[in-house]
C-alpha cells in the first residue's frame, strides 16, 4: 500500500514540498481503497463522503441533464485528486455521480479529516487551495473551448493533451466531454486517421 502515498507525494510535490509530519497524517488520514470498474462511489442527490485521490485507473463525474441523459464534465488523465469539490467541501447536496471507469486505486479522505488535516498539517491548506485553483482554471478553458472552438477542434485539442483517455475510456464518455454525439465522434476519428 505505499505506492499509494508515493503517488500522492509525488503528485504533492509538483505543487511545494510536503514535510514529513504532514505525510505521516496523510497517511493516517487517507484510507487505501481498491475499487471495481464501473463503480458508483459517490451519487448524485447525496452530500458526498470521501475526497478521492486517484493512485491508477479512470474516473468521471456526470450528471443528468433535464431529458435523463449522462453529461460527463470531469474525466482524470493520470494521479489527482477527484470529487465534486464545491459540494464536498461546502457539505452540500451534489448533482453529480462519481464512477470508476476502469479498476481504480484510491485514496480517500472523509470530510472531516480534511479538517483535521488542515488544522494539524503545516501545508495542506496551501496545496489544497493551489489544487482547486489549477482545477478552476483547467475548467474556465474547458468552457472557453466549449464555447469558442469546433467539435473537430475541441476533439483534435483534446486527442493531443489526453492519448492515454482515448486508449482507456469508452467513446460515449468521451463524446459526452466534449459535448458532441458518439456518431459524431466516431466520424471525427476516421476522419483523423
Known amino acids: ?7 500522492l507525494f509525488d503528485y504533492v510535490s509538483e505543487i511545494l514540498i ?25 451519487k448524485a442527490g447525496t452530500v458526498h463522503q ?3 485521490f486517484i ?11 433535464k431529458d435523463g441523459n449522462e453529461i460527463t464534465n470531469d474525466l482524470n488523465d493520470g494521479s489527482r ?3 465534486s469539490y464545491f459540494n464536498f467541501m461546502n457539505r452540500t447536496v451534489s448533482n453529480e455521480t462519481v464512477h470508476t471507469i476502469t479498476d481504480c486505486e484510491l485514496l480517500q479522505i472523509s470530510r472531516d479529516d480534511v479538517d483535521i488535516a488542515a488544522s494539524q498539517g503545516i501545508t495542506q491548506k496551501d496545496y ?6 489549477k482545477r478552476l482554471e483547467i475548467n474556465k478553458q474547458r468552457a472557453f473551448d466549449m464555447a469558442n472552438l469546433t467539435a473537430e477542434e475541441r476533439y483534435n485539442k483534446f486527442m493531443k493533451e489526453n492519448p492515454n483517455i482515448i486508449r482507456h475510456v ?3 464518455y468521451i463524446a459526452s466531454f466534449l459535448g458532441i454525439t458518439q456518431r459524431h465522434l466516431s466520424r ?6
Open 1 to 7: 500500500m505505499n505506492h499509494y502515498y508515493e503517488k
Open 18 to 42: 510536503m514535510p514529513e509530519s504532514d505525510k505521516e497524517l496523510c497517511r493516517q488520514l487517507f484510507k487505501p481503497v481498491f475499487v471495481p470498474k464501473d463503480t458508483i462511489i459517490e
Open 50 to 52: 470521501n475526497h478521492t
Open 55 to 65: 493512485v491508477s485507473g479512470f474516473m468521471r463525474n456526470f450528471y443528468l441533464d
Open 81 to 83: 485528486f477527484f470529487t
Open 128 to 133: 489544497t487551495v493551489q489544487i482547486l485553483n
Open 170 to 172: 469508452p467513446l460515449g
Open 188 to 193: 471525427l476519428r476516421k476522419e483523423n486517421r
